[in-house]
């Protein structure tokens, strides 16, 4: 004798599958079999209701409550920019504290980006020994990957190889 009323179709549009135990959504109030019960397996529209991190401000490190159905960073910004209590001198900080060592160059990074041959700090566009002129030969530090000749067979002439002249940017002094 079979059980026509026992369990219920999983409500994955892809599934479909027939569970004689299904699992109800908490989110959704849906049923889904064992494979597509969490949120992320069937892609739960309402996620985000039963999302329970606290996000903590960035400048402060106090956590920063967040109501039910607000946007984390929204609140956040809005709790940056009035009610923080930044510890005294963090008012005047600058994110962008590392400034390029190349010679003529202006930009600043917030993280230190730092040459392996001569250790100088350089911004994204000139980290490569090539892009700098390094003191320290200005070879890289590996040559994993390269061969001794381009493509035509002509051989490496330094820094200005066929390589480096296919890779650098063209930045104006």
């Given at each position: 004798m079979e059980f026509p009323d026992l369990g219920k179709h999983c409500s994955e549009k892809t599934c479909k599958q027939l569970d004689f135990l299904p699992l109800k959504c908490d989110a959704c109030k849906q049923d889904f079999c064992k494979d597509h019960f969490t949120y992320?397996?069937?892609?739960?529209?309402?996620?985000?209701?039963?999302d329970v991190r606290v996000?903590?401000?960035?400048?402060?490190?106090?956590?920063?409550?967040?109501?039910?159905?607000?946007?984390?960073?929204?609140?956040?910004?809005?709790?940056?920019?009035?009610?923080?209590?930044?510890?005294?001198?963090?008012?005047?900080?600058?994110?962008?504290?590392?400034r390029c060592?190349?010679?003529?160059?202006?930009?600043?990074?917030?993280?230190?980006?730092?040459?392996?041959?001569?250790?100088?700090?350089?911004?994204?566009?000139?980290?490569?020994p090539l892009d700098h002129g390094c003191a320290r030969g200005g070879h890289p530090a590996s040559s994993a990957g390269c061969s001794d000749s381009g493509p035509s067979g002509a051989s490496r002439e330094g820094p200005g190889s066929w390589l480096a002249r296919r890779f650098r940017f063209k930045v104006k002094p």
């Amino acid at each position: 004798m079979e059980f026509p009323d026992l369990g219920k179709h999983c409500s994955e549009k892809t599934c479909k599958q027939l569970d004689f135990l299904p699992l109800k959504c908490d989110a959704c109030k849906q049923d889904f079999c064992k494979d597509h019960f969490t949120y992320a397996a069937h892609k739960c529209p309402l996620a985000f209701t039963k999302d329970v991190r606290v996000p903590v401000c960035p400048l402060c490190n106090s956590p920063v409550p967040v109501k039910k159905g607000e946007i984390p960073d929204v609140v956040v910004g809005a709790h940056m920019d009035g009610e923080c209590r930044r510890p005294p001198g963090q008012e005047t900080a600058k994110v962008f504290t590392f400034r390029c060592s190349r010679e003529g160059c202006r930009r600043r990074e917030m993280l230190r980006v730092a040459c392996e041959e001569c250790r100088g700090s350089f911004c994204l566009q000139h980290r490569h020994p090539l892009d700098h002129g390094c003191a320290r030969g200005g070879h890289p530090a590996s040559s994993a990957g390269c061969s001794d000749s381009g493509p035509s067979g002509a051989s490496r002439e330094g820094p200005g190889s066929w390589l480096a002249r296919r890779f650098r940017f063209k930045v104006k002094p």
